[in-house]
């Protein structure tokens, strides 16, 4: 049984649909987690520290909205195992995933990365979306449809300074997105991938281009049967940014 904290949002666009969320206990992820909820989703929210996720969840529960949550470490199966078993045990099914888990180990450059910092981000960054999207998939297409976003970053059309490996992880999200929406497209289900700039967030306090709300929107949008035609896209929210 699908669990809701109000009886009223059947009329909002999201109604009686299911989000899981990763990294969604601050920043963007977080952002996107309450527009969803908003709109009238049941979102799993997730991180990787208990303390984080009840902190979240308290504060979304206390707004009136329709949440729960699990810790979570996307780079590690067992957790992936967990979150999904938390997102089926308090709903039917699952409509939409969003991917914004992501790690930056070490500034430093590319060809300096130790194998073991190569195999960590891309372990993270790339591979625990696909993965994790594979165990979700058969409870998507239950439910006939779906639509996934994996979010990606600005550096992956604009690589960052010793940010190497991160920039590498965050391009190669840019053609899983656009592979998996054509594998996907048979089943109904849409993939198409975030692209955030410079965010005034816990981890990028550089120089204030956008707020994690100015993502929220777009994602919900995606979610939304208003974009039903639209897939394989990498859509960035970055500002003006006149090299992408």
């Known amino acids: ?3 809701t904290s109000s009886g009223t949002n059947n009329g909002l666009k999201l109604a009686n649909k ?5 990294g969604s206990t601050s920043g963007i992820g977080f952002a996107i987690s309450r527009r969803l909820a908003q709109d009238g989703a049941h979102v799993v929210i997730s991180s990787r520290k208990q303390q984080n996720v009840d902190r979240a969840v308290a504060t979304l529960k206390g707004e009136g909205l329709s949440v729960t949550g699990t810790v979570c470490h996307v780079g590690k199966a067992k957790d992936r195992d967990r979150l999904v078993t938390t997102a089926l045990k308090h709903c039917e099914g699952v409509d939409f995933l969003v ?16 194998e073991q910092i190569w195999d960590k981000v891309m372990n993270v960054n ?4 696909a993965l994790l999207l594979s165990q979700l998939l058969p409870f998507m297409e239950k439910r006939g449809q779906g639509s996934v976003v994996l979010v990606s970053s600005i550096a992956a059309y604009l690589p960052v300074s010793k940010l190497g490996v991160y920039n590498v992880s965050k391009t190669a999200l840019l053609g899983l997105t656009k592979t998996l929406a054509v594998e996907l497209a048979p089943k109904n289900i849409r993939v198409n991938g975030l692209v955030p700039g410079i965010m005034e967030t816990e981890f990028s306090k550089v120089v204030r281009l956008g707020q994690p709300e100015d993502c929220a929107g777009l994602v919900s949008f995606l979610c939304s049967p208003d974009s039903s035609f639209l897939t394989g896209e990498n859509i960035a929210v970055a500002g003006l940014s006149p090299h992408i």
């Open 18 to 22: 299911v989000a899981v969320v990763t």
């Open 1 to 3: 049984m699908r669990s």
């Open 126 to 129: 790339v591979k625990a979306p």
């Open 99 to 114: 991917c914004t888990a992501g790690v930056n180990p070490l500034v430093g450059s590319t060809l300096g990365s130790s």
